[in-house]
T-cell receptor
Framework: DQQVKQNSPSLSVQEGRISILNCDYTNSMFDYFLWYKKYPAEGPTFLISISSIKDKNEDGRFTVFLNKSAKHLSLHIVPSQPGDSAVYFC????????????FGKGITLSVRP | EPEVTQTPSHQVTQMGQEVILRCVPISNHLYFYWYRQILGQKVEFLVSFYNNEISEKSEIFDDQFSVERPDGSNFTLKIRSTKLEDSAMYFCASILRAEGVNYGYTFGSGTRLTVV
């Protein structure tokens, strides 16, 4: 039961260009969406989040867009840097003080110098 | 910056043996979680813990699994009789409160459990 889907397993972009990582979800109860970055042998590191009452949240080079009607969100990284090369996980949770995160399978981003 | 600390970083155990994975969450956090990631698969929720009791657990978290917060700082995951399919990276996470400003859980760097 894949409630959070990241259909592209990998993405390769040139340094300086935009990286767009996509994520789809099926559970209408999800209210908060998060992106995590993960390097090998490390835990997921929180990047950016968005509440379902917003359609855009920006933090430096990272912007997350949410299209609630399409149940789709995307992470834009611009400009992309070689240090951004990692696995990116989309995660979602419903409203609630102790809600668990549901993760997608992740996208491996490679930024070429 | 505060961190979630997990020990050991790598644990090798024989099938059928008990293992205890340890975590020290961020000191003022109130909600604690265990997740795992089998190689090549997605990160999966195991259990959440609040106010000294389990709040929610997944189907994976069967009778072989248990969690404890024995001394107010450590948060442990015990697997009573390990199986080969328990081999995975186990991540501990904590959050101050789920309705916090960034909704971001802080994860530890994980324990790689290898069952042989």
């Amino acid at each position: 039961d894949q409630q959070v889907k990241q259909n592209s397993p990998s993405l390769s972009v040139q340094e300086g260009r935009i990286s767009i990582l996509n994520c789809d979800y099926t559970n209408s109860m999800f209210d908060y969406f998060l992106w995590y970055k993960k390097y090998p042998a490390e835990g997921p590191t929180f990047l950016i989040s968005i509440s379902s009452i917003k359609d855009k949240n920006e933090d430096g080079r990272f912007t997350v867009f949410l299209n609630k009607s399409a149940k789709h969100l995307s992470l834009h990284i611009v400009p992309s840097q070689p240090g951004d090369s990692a696995v990116y996980f989309c995660a979602a949770r419903p409203t609630g003080a102790n809600s668990k995160l549901t993760f997608g399978k992740g996208i491996t981003l490679s930024v070429r110098p | 910056e505060p961190e979630v600390t997990q020990t050991p970083s790598h644990q090798v155990t024989q099938m059928g043996q008990e293992v205890i994975l340890r975590c020290v969450p961020i000191s003022n956090h109130l909600y604690f979680y265990w997740y795992r990631q089998i190689l090549g698969q997605k990160v999966e929720f195991l259990v959440s813990f609040y106010n000294n009791e389990i709040s929610e657990k997944s189907e994976i978290f069967d009778d072989q699994f248990s969690v404890e917060r024995p001394d107010g700082s450590n948060f442990t995951l015990k697997i009573r009789s390990t199986k080969l399919e328990d081999s995975a990276m186990y991540f501990c996470a904590s959050i101050l409160r789920a309705e916090g400003v960034n909704y971001g859980y802080t994860f530890g760097s994980g324990t790689r459990l290898t069952v042989v």
